[in-house]
């Protein structure tokens, strides 16, 4: 799936709360100043080109639904990161958290102990 931008990424957050929606929705869902109507409208049909979104036509409108859910998208963009800038390797991932302090060495022995359990299950 194509990453998004920033701004699509906000709008997504819109549907994943809500569910579906017309884009007028979305532009009342923003605080004043509200961006305006046709820049959601280029978001929402950029994010439906991307496999996002989808829609279903509604009288003259569309009313647009997510396709890929909050934790779908957490996961394929955490797997792009790691791919980007960790070689595909998760345990460089842990490896440079534990060099910078970011994560504990009990921490690092409760992970160890998930994954025994997963290995045994």
């Given at each position: 799936?194509?990453?998004?931008?920033?701004?699509?990424?906000?709008?997504?957050?819109?549907?994943?709360?809500?569910?579906?929606?017309f884009v007028?929705?979305?532009?009342?869902?923003?605080?004043?100043?509200?961006?305006?109507?046709?820049?959601?409208?280029?978001?929402?049909?950029s994010l439906?080109?991307?496999?996002y979104l989808?829609?279903?036509?509604?009288?003259?409108?569309?009313?647009?639904?997510?396709?890929?859910?909050?934790?779908?998208?957490?996961?394929?963009?955490?797997?792009?990161?790691?791919?980007?800038?960790?070689?595909?390797?998760?345990?460089?991932?842990?490896?440079?958290?534990?060099?910078?302090?970011?994560?504990?060495?009990?921490?690092?022995?409760?992970?160890?102990?998930?994954?025994?359990?997963?290995?045994?299950?």
């Amino acid at each position: 799936m194509k990453e998004i931008t920033t701004r699509e990424e906000e709008v997504m957050r819109h549907f994943w709360s809500a569910g579906a929606l017309f884009v007028k929705q979305i532009v009342d869902m923003y605080p004043d100043p509200k961006p305006h109507f046709n820049t959601i409208s280029t978001y929402v049909r950029s994010l439906e080109e991307k496999g996002y979104l989808n829609h279903e036509a509604l009288g003259t409108t569309f009313r647009y639904f997510p396709v890929i859910s909050e934790e779908e998208y957490k996961k394929g963009n955490l797997g792009n990161v790691i791919k980007k800038y960790f070689d595909s390797s998760y345990l460089n991932v842990v490896s440079t958290f534990i060099r910078e302090d970011k994560i504990s060495v009990d921490e690092v022995k409760r992970l160890l102990e998930e994954v025994e359990k997963q290995s045994k299950e």
